[in-house]
């Protein structure tokens, strides 16, 4: 795979849903390849940051009473109650270096771009690129890059910074999103000019 290149000014890093509930062993959904990413996606966020490139952190986050109503889909219902509003569950881990400058999104589904502020925080800054770690592969990295190609932004997935469920998911996930909407890379092939 050769080097792509990446403008500091017109690209952020999108550090999807590293939270204690999906990275942490007592988390209400741990997954051990979402914690298994971690450091990868800390060094990627540390050499976006010392390019002058932008970081964005999503977080999946539920009132409680959010599916009360639902008529046909119900998260709790498929995944159980997690990453509550004002949980442990719900905050970023530790190891992730979270600054002021930084946009933290909280979304309530799988699209971190179905209503929030994101796309109007990157149209206003200039971004037209975006890197996209964090977890899981297979569910809100994958929804989320897919809307961002729809929205016209370039979408590179960074394949040693997602993590996953299972291993197959996240080759599925890769997969679709080459075929179809972005690029994956490995951190080593990504470089800011």
Not at 11 to 38: I, K, R, W
């Amino acid at each position: 795979m050769s080097v792509e290149s990446f403008d500091p000014d017109r690209t952020a890093v999108v550090v999807v849903d590293m939270q204690n509930g999906f990275c942490h062993p007592e988390g209400s959904l741990y997954a051990p390849g979402s914690e298994a990413v971690t450091d990868d996606v800390a060094a990627l966020v540390a050499d976006a940051r010392d390019a002058g490139a932008r970081v964005v952190y999503t977080r999946d986050v539920h009132p409680p009473e959010q599916f009360d109503d639902a008529h046909y889909y119900d998260e709790f219902d498929r995944w159980g109650e997690h990453v509550l509003e004002g949980s442990w569950d719900a905050e970023l881990v530790d190891e992730l270096d979270v600054r002021e400058d930084d946009l933290v999104v909280e979304k309530h589904t799988y699209d971190a771009f179905h209503r929030t502020e994101l796309h109007g925080w990157l149209q206003a800054r200039g971004i037209d690129s975006l890197l996209f770690c964090g977890t899981l592969a297979n569910v809100c990295v994958l929804h989320t890059a897919g809307s961002a190609g729809l929205r016209d932004y370039r979408p590179a997935l960074v394949e040693d910074a997602i993590g996953a469920i299972e291993d197959d998911h996240k080759e599925y996930a890769l997969d679709h999103a080459e075929w179809l909407f972005g690029e994956v890379l490995a951190r080593s092939d990504v470089a800011f000019r």
